[in-house]
């Protein structure tokens, strides 16, 4: 299945959750807002939310600085 994470095209072959995904690409997960086309998931629904063919996901990390 095919999917836009942060803009690139990526490739799943199995089912994946959006906890699956976060934790390929941060190791902060507590850190990051996910965005699933167009709608903020709470982190607390990752694991029970799948991905579908032509999803768009978008991964905000934010980042303290001075």
Same mark, same amino acid.
């Given at each position: 299945? #095919?999917? =836009?994470?942060?803009?690139? &095209? #990526?490739? %799943? *072959? #199995?089912?994946?959750?959006? +906890?699956? @995904?976060?934790?390929? %690409? =941060? $190791?902060?997960? =507590?850190? @990051?807002? *996910?965005?699933?086309?167009?709608? /903020? ?5 990752? $694991?029970? +939310?799948?991905?579908? &063919?032509?999803? =768009?996901?978008? *991964?905000?990390?934010? /980042?303290?600085?001075?």
């Amino acid at each position: 299945m #095919k999917i =836009s994470l942060n803009g690139t &095209e #990526k490739q %799943y *072959l #199995k089912q994946t959750s959006l +906890t699956e @995904i976060v934790q390929q %690409y =941060s $190791k902060t997960p =507590s850190s @990051i807002i *996910l965005e699933l086309n167009g709608t /903020v998931i709470q982190a607390e629904r990752w $694991k029970e +939310t799948s991905i579908n &063919e032509g999803d =768009s996901i978008e *991964l905000l990390q934010f /980042v303290g600085g001075g």
